[in-house]
């Protein structure tokens, strides 16, 4: 590994590591796999504080890493982890020593105890000793003694330098052929990877260069999906890349001019103080669009979408929901900004049971991130079922509106009859979308869009062409939903009409 030292860059008197080290912090932890760019910002702040620094592995043994003619040579002691402890033991300067996985050694019981008197500082100088690994697994008497310390991410302007250099090296690398950087995209592209280490981002950015040599915005679903690969641990968690427009929608003007006018602030274009949008519950009949409402807000935002299925968090082993969804909330955080749909949220935050508690834990969990989440995360539940919630997660201040969903009145019906036939290649003028809608009252969207592949079949079998009157007759063999389920869903309706906003109209549908 060559570890050129790099010009001097003065500590920030908020860098968390530049902290940790004037306090002469004992045990500091770093979880990352970028162990190179640990290495230079070390080496950057040791040349501010003057002290030695050394690395340790298992197949380098320990090198002194401040002084670049000893750097370059081979190690000539502690090859082992317990050479390495007696060495820093009997050492007489104070150094800092950067360990490398050092943690899957401590689970011997000499390595532990010689390791927890070296952090005590027992007859040794007070060392800084520093464990960087892709992720801790510590003996419960050795991480209380520990701190953690985040690695710095790029910034906008470094990460808008990168992509310029990737962009110059691949130009090269075609034989001087130009790659076309649309400023609007590549800011996009930015304000995605911020938050990302630097040798993530590059990854991505080498990725879209080299798949067209362009950055446009038809690369950045393909960011958004690279992005998503790279920090999904939990598997609870999914990336939604289809998306669709407000105007693929029919209906829900309400819930679309709410976000439309929140969108500028959201993506962080606030000139007047404005509170940003934090999300919204979507209630309504079934079938109705609120999975594709929730769809149309990330496309309205322009951010990626993450769906997060409520009811997989559950887990058999006690404490594990819990974990699945922290890390799940983790993962949205560090997509930011994006939108984060929980889709059948009361799968998740139903109200009694006999859990063992897991319930209310979760929920628990989950309020208090609602609250107190920093990041540009907006969250979209959707819910069926309004009595399976909790009140907890119904007043005001967890959600900046509740919107309800409702049967589409007859201009939305039409309106989605033109979307179904039009996304099926029929000619919309061929159709009379007046009495389609007269035939479809009490029919929710999802039922419209039946009722057309329906007819397609119908006039497949006697070879004729979809014509009105085809969907007529499937939608008069038809029993929609409001029918067979008559009785829940007015009671549904009951309860919306004087407690939520309606997300299609001022006044729900008679």
Not at 103 to 113: I, K, S
Not at 278 to 283: A, D, F, S
Not at 423 to 449: M, T
């Amino acid at each position: 590994m060559d570890f050129s030292p790099p010009p001097i860059t003065p500590a920030r008197s908020d860098d968390p590591l530049a902290v940790l080290l004037r306090q002469r912090a004992a045990l500091v932890l770093i979880e990352t796999h970028e162990e190179h760019a640990v290495i230079e910002r070390l080496r950057e702040l040791l040349r501010e504080f003057l002290r030695p620094l050394y690395s340790w592995s298992i197949t380098r043994g320990l090198r002194r890493l401040d002084l670049v003619e000893q750097s370059e040579r081979p190690p000539e002691f502690a090859p082992s982890s317990n050479d390495v402890l007696d060495v820093m033991q009997r050492a007489r300067d104070r150094s800092v020593y950067v360990l490398f996985e050092f943690d899957t050694f401590l689970g011997y019981a000499v390595n532990q105890r010689k390791f927890r008197e070296l952090v005590l500082r027992h007859d040794c100088p007070d060392h800084t000793i520093i464990l960087v690994s892709p992720k801790f697994d510590l003996p419960a008497s050795i991480n209380a003694l520990a701190v953690r310390a985040p690695m710095p991410v790029p910034s906008q302007a470094q990460l808008l330098a990168m992509i310029k250099v990737e962009a110059s090296a691949f130009s090269k690398e075609q034989g001087g052929k130009r790659v076309q950087l649309i400023l609007s995209s590549v800011n996009t592209m930015v304000s995605m990877l911020h938050g990302m280490p630097m040798a993530d981002a590059r990854r991505i950015a080498q990725r879209v260069i080299a798949n067209d040599g362009c950055i446009s915005d038809a690369d950045l679903p393909e960011i958004a999906r690279a992005k998503f690969e790279l920090i999904d641990q939990s598997g609870v968690l999914s990336f939604e890349p289809e998306q669709v427009s407000l105007d693929d929608i029919a209906g829900l003007d309400n819930l679309k001019r709410w976000i439309q006018i929140r969108r500028p602030v959201f993506l962080g274009e606030n000139t007047a103080g404005l509170d940003p949008p934090r999300g919204v519950l979507l209630l309504g009949v079934q079938g109705c669009g609120k999975s594709m409402a929730a769809k149309a807000v990330a496309a309205g935002f322009r951010v990626p979408l993450l769906r997060l299925d409520m009811g997989s968090i559950y887990d058999k082993f006690h404490g594990e929901s819990e974990r699945k969804l922290r890390e799940s909330l983790e993962q949205a955080a560090r997509m930011s900004p994006c939108v984060l749909w929980l889709d059948e949220i009361e799968k998740g935050m139903s109200q009694g049971g006999s859990d063992d508690g897991v319930s209310r834990r979760v929920l628990g969990y989950f309020l208090t991130w609602l609250n107190e989440r920093k990041a540009p995360v907006f969250v979209v539940a959707t819910a069926n079922q309004i009595d399976m919630l909790p009140p907890e997660l119904l007043r005001k201040g967890r959600f900046d509106e509740i919107f309800f969903v409702d049967l589409p009145r007859a201009s939305a019906r039409r309106r989605a009859f033109a979307i179904h036939l039009a996304k099926r290649k029929l000619d919309v003028v061929d159709f009379d979308l007046d009495i389609l809608a007269q035939n479809s009252s009490g029919f929710s969207g999802a039922e419209i869009e039946q009722a057309i592949a329906s007819a397609r079949f119908s006039a497949h079998a006697v070879g004729e062409a979809v014509a009105t009157e085809t969907i007529v007759s499937e939608l008069k063999q038809t029993r929609p939903l409001s029918v067979v389920m008559a009785e829940p869903i007015a009671a549904l309706r009951a309860w919306a009409k004087t407690r939520t906003v309606s997300a299609d109209a001022d006044e729900f549908v008679a």
